[in-house]
């Protein structure tokens, strides 16, 4: 594509807007975010990055920072309430199927370091985007916040679940639905072992260590979200096994987050409208089951820069943009639905079923189960300005 043709906005610098304007920038493209809030997102506890998002962040040239950042988990499993295992994959094993370590990051320590990568005045905070004009074949794209209009060859529109740009060019597609649960989240000052994930009756408590001495906690169940409460938290889940008491104690109840989970069903058919594409959360929004949300956003982004550099025209490269992520996306929200179904049942029979299939399944095969997430590859290892 001619250079004089590579202009991009991007709308919203969460992981995936960020991603984008980083992913754009370093294929040569002039690139300008509009993010509605005041400054960088801090809240959000944390995150884990499979192997396929820490490929994409590779891509972008950020290996230094996230190592620097991130740490590595060195196993994780499924238990039940009492404390039993059902099933284990150490990280060795991680490491030896998919090359990369499964990884856990504050979610404000990605922002920061993808935020960082770009220069200072790339992103116009209290920029909130009131419309979007898709442009055409001969027409620059457009966004407008408030009275000012900024145009561009390519509108990438990284506005979340919610997403505005979603609404109003795609006016037909369903917004997205309340799945029947909540989740919780807290970073807490503690120590914990491997990771793990424990299985109630439509309950489920999470543990993530995330470097020395701090602990992603989270949980979930089958009710509307209120405000955020430890006692709640203690009523159900006080009398699951060890450490998951002592987390509770540890959390700072203002820190504690409470969320409803939301996800876009059915998956769109198409990711682009004219000049303009979605990326992340705003064009396939899923249930967090399988940990790939952000992982997605980054990947989304990866591709797209890929996609829209090589092509011969913005319109052939979403075209290529399209090709390469629709279906994967479906897939994987798809089948992150289902899990939900499945964690999320309040059904003995389900729960008994589900449990003693679990156990039954070898740990070396169970990895094998997030083979389709875990290992995608970027179309290049690292994204570099074409000459
Ligand atoms: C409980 C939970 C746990 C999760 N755990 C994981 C995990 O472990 N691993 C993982 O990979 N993913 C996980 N996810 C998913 C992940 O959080 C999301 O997929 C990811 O944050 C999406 O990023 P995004 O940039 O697409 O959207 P967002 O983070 O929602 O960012 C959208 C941005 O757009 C801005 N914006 C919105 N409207 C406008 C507008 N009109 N104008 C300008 N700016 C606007 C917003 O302010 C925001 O900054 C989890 C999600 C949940 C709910």
Not at 364 to 373: H, K, M, N, V
């Amino acid at each position: 594509m001619d250079v004089e043709e590579r202009s991009a906005v991007v709308v919203g610098a969460g992981i995936g807007g960020l991603a984008a304007a980083l992913a754009l920038r370093r294929a040569g493209w002039t690139v300008v975010v509009h993010e509605r809030s005041p400054g960088r997102e801090k809240t959000g506890a944390a995150l884990t990055l499979w192997p396929n998002a820490v490929r994409a962040l590779h891509a972008l040239g950020l290996a230094d920072g996230l190592r620097a950042r991130a740490s590595a988990l060195d196993g994780s499993g499924v238990r039940r309430p009492d404390g039993r295992w059902l099933s284990r994959t150490s990280g060795e094993q991680v490491i030896a199927r998919h090359g990369l370590p499964q990884v856990a990051i504050v979610r404000a320590d990605l922002i920061d370091l993808l935020a960082s990568a770009l220069p200072s005045g790339c992103v116009r905070w209290g920029a909130a985007v009131t419309d979007v004009d898709p442009g055409g074949p001969d027409r620059r794209a457009g966004v407008r916040c408030g009275d000012r209009l900024a145009e561009a060859d390519l509108v990438v529109a990284a506005d979340g679940v919610h997403s505005r740009v979603r609404r109003t060019l795609w006016p037909d597609h369903p917004p997205a639905e309340r799945r029947g649960y909540v989740a919780w989240r807290a970073l807490v000052h503690a120590s914990t072992g491997p990771a793990s994930e424990t299985w109630g009756r439509g309950e489920r408590f999470g543990i993530v260590p995330v470097g020395e001495n701090l602990v992603y906690v989270y949980a979930t169940a089958n009710t509307a979200a209120l405000e955020p409460s430890v006692d709640e938290l203690r009523s159900r889940f006080g009398n699951w096994h060890a450490p998951i008491p002592a987390l509770l104690d540890a959390i700072t109840p203002g820190d504690l987050m409470r969320h409803d989970i939301m996800a876009l069903h059915p998956p769109l058919r198409r990711l682009f409208h004219g000049r303009v594409t979605l990326l992340g959360d705003a064009a396939h929004a899923m249930e967090p089951n399988l940990g790939q949300g952000a992982g997605l956003a980054v990947e989304d982004a990866v591709v797209l820069a890929y996609a829209v550099t090589g092509a011969s025209s913005v319109a052939a490269g979403l075209a290529a943009y399209d090709r390469a992520r629709a279906v994967r996306v479906a897939r994987l929200a798809r089948q992150s639905r289902l899990l939900g179904r499945l964690t999320q049942s309040p059904s003995a029979a389900v729960t008994t079923l589900r449990d003693a299939t679990t156990r039954l399944i070898p740990d070396r095969f169970a990895l094998r189960g997030f083979d389709a997430a875990a290992g995608w590859h970027p179309p290049v290892p690292v994204l570099q300005e074409p000459r």
